[in-house]
């Protein structure tokens, strides 16, 4: 995961610094580096989750089938899975600005060939300033419409990933023993299990949540602004 991070830097800096910008662009990558550096910190206390997983049993096959049995779903991969919907999220809003870019200037070129005097090329969104080509939402409702479909697409990843910390991994560490009887294991007789660092592990649990919950609501009041001061306004 550290490689993963240190290799990223770079690539989220290229796609910040480039050359077509839009409203909000900085801050979603933002956001994903925050994420990106969450889960890096959080998936720490589990990453010993099965030598974590002690039993009043000294057989080997019978504990690890009781830890199959409670922790019978990849938690972290879940988080990783999750992390990279929402990067395709900000990916398609990255490959429609980029397509919009290419768009208006092949057909600027076109119309430059054919006129003597350079016009604006008439509903053309996009706009330089500073040698930087922006997205002007105002005069594009498409831009808008798609714009708002890749942030509520981040909501609902975000939306999905406390529903999962909060009924699927919160409950298994709210229990304070995991028990398995004689019966769902051939060869085993009854046994009690505890996780060791359980408060670590809410902990990064937390953590996440905290994230998660802030991406929602900046989401959101973000979406919220974009329709009022683009359609409703445009």
């Known amino acids: 995961m550290a490689a993963i991070v240190t290799g990223l830097i770079p690539i989220l800096r290229t796609a910040v610094d480039s050359t077509t910008s839009y409203k909000g662009r900085t801050m979603w990558f933002g956001l994903l580096c925050i994420r990106l550096v969450t889960i890096f910190l959080a998936q720490g206390p589990w990453r010993s989750l099965n030598d974590d997983f002690y039993c009043n049993s000294s057989s080997q096959f019978c504990i690890r089938a009781c830890f199959n049995m409670h922790f019978d779903s990849s938690i972290v991969m879940a988080w990783h899975f999750l992390f990279i919907l929402l990067v395709l999220s900000v990916l398609l809003m990255e490959l429609f600005s980029s397509h919009l870019r290419y768009s208006f200037q092949k057909k600027k070129g076109r119309e430059m060939a054919s006129q003597s005097e350079q016009e604006d090329v008439e509903g053309d969104p996009t ?108």
């Open 127 to 234: 706009m330089t300033v500073g040698g930087r080509m922006v997205i002007d939402l105002h005069k594009s409702k498409s831009s808008v419409v798609v714009y708002l479909l890749t942030v509520m697409v981040r909501i609902a990843v975000e939306v999905f990933f406390v529903h999962v910390l909060l009924f699927w991994v919160l409950p298994k560490l709210n229990e304070q023993s995991y028990v398995c009887f004689a019966q769902s294991f051939q060869g085993c007789s009854q046994q009690q299990c505890v996780v060791r660092g359980v408060a670590e592990k809410k902990m990064s649990v937390h953590g996440l949540l905290f994230i998660s919950v802030l991406v929602i609501i900046t989401s959101s009041v973000f979406c919220l602004y974009s329709i009022g001061h683009y359609l409703c306004n445009g």
